[in-house]
């Protein structure tokens, strides 16, 4: 037996025989991958355009299930629908090579029922599948005390919303503008993506009027 690939459960295979050949295979396999770039407005010249992270992968092929060459339809549709529906991670392998570093998730699944029985139960189905990249990673919850007292660059400020008994905190750290600097950048830096830049010009509306221009020498409050 010859292994193409696997799909968690799902193992993708041709077999020769004495009686009759057996096979589940794909076909029409994509693989489509993306880059996001920031693009910075420049005075008098072309925008600078800056990297910031690689895309989530997609891929899509169309897998045959057919019971003439030993495979049972249902069943084969059975298990790529619970991996839809439970939304499960499985590493794809192809060729005895893992495709991309991280597992993909069913996003869709289009089934067409190609050959059925004369009671109805199908002989052959075609699954149209597409996966999706899947590069979470489990979050940290950090519960922040309400203590007094605030670190040397630390700014505390109290929403007016909140009640009496349980006032909304909110802390910032502080930078200072340099030459060679955008919302951008900065927001790279802290946050570790650029397009996080939008939580420090929302916090800083009072002396940012345009996001596109900063000036050496402004204070950013940088919202924790």
Not at 147 to 170: C, F, L, P
Request: contains cysteine; charged residues 25%.
């Amino acid at each position: 037996m010859a292994t193409v690939g696997t799909l968690g459960g799902v193992t993708f295979y041709v077999r020769s025989g004495k009686k009759k050949n057996k096979m589940l295979s794909f076909h029409d396999l994509a693989r489509n991958s993306t880059a996001q770039f920031g693009e910075h407005e420049r005075n008098g010249r072309k925008s600078y355009l800056e990297f910031d992270h690689p895309g989530l992968d997609e891929i899509s092929f169309i897998v045959e299930a057919d019971a003439r060459y030993g495979v049972k339809p249902l069943k084969v549709q059975s298990k790529l629908h619970k991996y839809e529906k439970n939304g499960t991670p499985n590493i794809f392998v192809v060729g005895g090579r893992q495709i991309g570093s991280n597992p993909f998730v069913i996003t869709s699944i289009t089934d067409t029922y190609k050959i059925l029985h004369t009671d109805g139960r199908p002989i052959a189905i075609s699954f149209q599948v597409t996966l999706r990249e899947y590069a979470n990673k489990t979050a940290k919850v950090t519960t922040i005390p309400a203590a007094k007292q605030i670190g040397e660059n630390r700014v505390e400020t109290t929403s007016a919303a909140a009640s009496e008994d349980t006032a909304a905190t909110t802390y910032y750290d502080t930078y200072t503008v340099v030459k060679g600097d955008c919302l951008w950048s900065i927001a790279k830096k802290y946050y570790g993506s650029g397009t996080q830049y939008t939580k420090i010009y929302n916090a800083n509306r009072d002396i940012i009027k345009n996001p596109s221009l900063i000036y050496p020498g402004q204070v950013l409050k940088i919202p924790k």
